[in-house]
């Protein structure tokens, strides 16, 4: 059978740093940081990709494979299919330089924050380019990128969110996938502490109602992390059962009011 | 009025819709009932309705929502002041919450929810059972 013709560079990673050399680069973190670089150039959350793990490899027609490393330095020469591919990673590059940029590619965060995490553990940066000496340089990302990104474009504040609870756990720390409202991928949560992982793992596939900390994007709004505090199943019951209780829990104060809505406009105004 | 709520909260609940109120309007709902019964009355709540919070983006869509009422909602159409302005923060705290429908007998408010892109059906005109639980129709 004849071998497959070897395919063209389509950009290259960079670990540039002092005496940073690809045998001195241990292989975790280049797989987490080929990983990143392979979300950020296939561009997208599919929604197929719902199912998956968070940060799961695209699906075959997206992905990007290794073709040679350079030793000089610590260039790694990458192969991929997908079109997009180099617009995306020069999309990605803008977004570091002007924030305000992101738009609703928020699937550009995870992987820049783990690309900066790999940088920060290299003492390097990583140079994402076009192929060959003096290729265009689409992103470079160093170990403070992530945090100088987050700063300028997330706001953090405590808030509920309405969900389904759809996976609770995690190898290395409990997360759990939350299916909300006008969002076609999960939203993974924080889980700080096991009674409340336990609490979660009860409810699967049940709706509930998370209190806790947000990050959102400051341009549209988007919740793109939540760190769970308390969790809580509000349930109506039946209208008479309701009544009553809210009745006998102080709701029966309103009966000495002689005119309910004369006192309310008085106190909220008149509508 | 307190007829029509009733019929409502039926409904819902024999529909098993999760339920929402605005914190904003538990304020008001507190103004009639004594300070010591607060927290129990709020406990009873938060077990059966889902408190929308008035947070940091219901507070941007409050503030968007009011820079357009000037434009949609006719001077003599809108509510006094400060009443205009919980209205706001009601609709804004359910939209941010994912509330898709907001159920009222204001006309100015049905406005309001309707700019912030929500269905604003008005209170049911009566049972929606032939038999209604006689705990609701008082």
Known sequence: ????????????VEFRGPGVYP??????ALSRALTAVQRLAVGHDTPQNDDDEEGSEPSVGGNVGLLQVIRGSAIY???????????????????????????????????????????KSLSAIIIIKQPGRGGV??????????ANLSEKLLITGNTTLFGRVERVGGATA???????????????????????????????????????????????????GFKIHTVSQPRLGSAREMIDALRNAGGSDWDKIDDPEAFLKETVGAR | MQKRCGWLLDRLADEAHKVFISSIALGEILTGIRRENHGS???????????AEFDIPASSLAARLWQDIPQ??????????????????????????????????????????????????DLPKGPHRLFPDPATQS
């Open chain 1, 1 to 12: 059978m004849k071998k497959p013709k070897k395919p063209p560079t389509a950009f290259e």
């Open chain 1, 23 to 28: 045998e001195l680069i241990p292989l975790g």
């Open chain 1, 77 to 119: 020469q990458i192969a991929t299919p997908a079109p997009l591919a180099v617009q995306n990673l020069r999309e990605t590059g803008d977004v570091l330089k002007e924030p305000d940029s992101l738009g609703d590619r928020d699937y550009i965060l995870g992987p820049l924050d783990e690309l900066s995490s790999v940088a």
């Open chain 1, 137 to 146: 340089v689409l992103a470079t990302i160093a170990g403070n990128s992530y």
């Open chain 1, 174 to 224: 409990n997360k759990c996938g939350l299916r909300i409202a006008n969002r076609s991928r999960m939203l993974f949560c924080e889980v700080p502490t096991q009674s409340i992982a336990r609490l979660l793992g009860e409810k699967l596939y049940e709706d509930v109602a998370v209190r806790g900390l947000a990050t959102w994007i400051k341009t549209t709004w988007r919740v793109v």
């Open chain 2, 41 to 51: 009355f709020v406990a009873e709540l938060q077990r059966r309705f889902h408190i």
């Open chain 2, 72 to 121: 949609n909602i006719a001077k003599e159409d809108r509510p006094e002041r400060r009443c205009l302005h919980s209205d706001v923060m009601i609709v804004a705290a359910a939209k941010v919450a994912t509330c898709r429908q907001l159920y009222t007998h204001e006309p100015s408010v049905r406005k309001i929810a309707e700019l912030a892109g929500m269905e604003a059906p």
